[in-house]
């Protein structure tokens, strides 16, 4: 190489980009477009849609996370598929069919493995999240639901036949399985909270919650809220509720109620009951605005036209809101200052000013459902 040739290189390479040929992550997000496959690669920033990127298999029931960095979408589909999305280039980087229907995933803390929970045929798979090469394989007995991350490479499911949850150590060369007995009857979701102290799994076939201490020197489970419906006649479910690491409220955990409407609020440290707000049906999501100060709360059919604010002080109902029918969905920015909204039947997204409650924006999208923003990589649990 010249001389010349050598400081021209030199200079290209020395040579600032332009600001507008770079886009950040941390202002980004996905929204599933479930009944054609697709998703929206969306900026909150400029309440639009960037792109849309078609080949995501069965959506009907999908999630996704993020990586640490941001940049790539992990998403399980209902049909076993695990697809890694650069945000990006809006381009698919990977996909594999892992299983014969799947409800989840979660995503280690250091980011390096990705695990799938399967109905069929049970279990989780365990992938390196660069190549999405296997890396392990949990069987269960049954389906394998909640799944969450924790601290140290590890991840816990529940097992809706048996009653158990497990919690499978990744550090080593091999991994190192925990089975937790008698958790209760039929778990179906779960949550852990952001410390990652915490895991609670929800029981379908009993009125109760079984929680899990992993800081404690032997962990065990330890039923709580038991009876919570007791006397009270019991309503068929329309679609199940869903527990998340966004429950958190300062110090309470609020979660929706199984065959009932209301939600039921405990406190974090003693996993007491400290309250219940009746609701305008069988609420689906209980979410915490980040700060605590609000929860709002989405509702199974026929109901699904509607959302629910509530003050977490005072554990009563402050607004109710009308995104349209069937809001399936709900994300928070951020800090807080914005909810986006799924609705459905109307084809959108509906973006609201959480102090003001009003409307401040619509995406239109095909059949929406999940909402995900790329600040979940930094939170324990979502």
Known sequence: MTKFAALLLGCFLAAPALADDLRATGDLGVVIERATGSVLVIDQSEHAAIARVEGFGDLSHASLVFSNDERYAYIFGRDGGLTKLDLLTQKIVNRIVQAGNSIGGAISDDGKLIAVANYEPGGINIFDADTLEPVATVPA???????????????????????????????????????????????????????????????????????????????????????????????????????????????????????????????????????????????????ARPGGRQVWVNFAHPLNDTVQVIDTMTHEVTAELKPGPAVLHMEFTARGTEAWVSVRDADKVVIYDTETLKPIGEIAAKSPSGIFFTARAHRMGL
Do not use: C, N
């Open 141 to 287: 007995g049954g389906k394998a639901l909640g799944l969450e991350e924790a601290p140290g490479r590890r991840f816990l499911f529940s097992v809706w036949e048996t009653g158990e949850t497990k919690l499978v150590d990744m550090s080593g060369p091999a991994p190192k399985v925990t089975t937790f007995a008698d958790i209760g009857a039929e778990p179906y979701d779960a949550l852990i909270t952001e410390d990652g102290r915490t895991y609670i799994a929800g029981l379908f076939g009993e009125d109760g919650l079984s929680a899990i201490d992993l800081w404690a020197a032997e962990p065990k489970p330890r039923k709580i809220l038991p009876g919570y419906g007791r006397g009270a006649q019991e309503m068929p479910v329309y679609k199940m509720p869903h527990l998340e690491g966004w429950a958190g409220a300062g110090e309470q955990i609020v979660l929706p109620a199984v065959h009932h409407s209301e939600v039921l609020w405990i406190d974090r440290r003693t996993l007491e009951e400290t309250g219940r707000t009746a609701t305008h049906g069988q609420p689906v999501f209980a979410m």
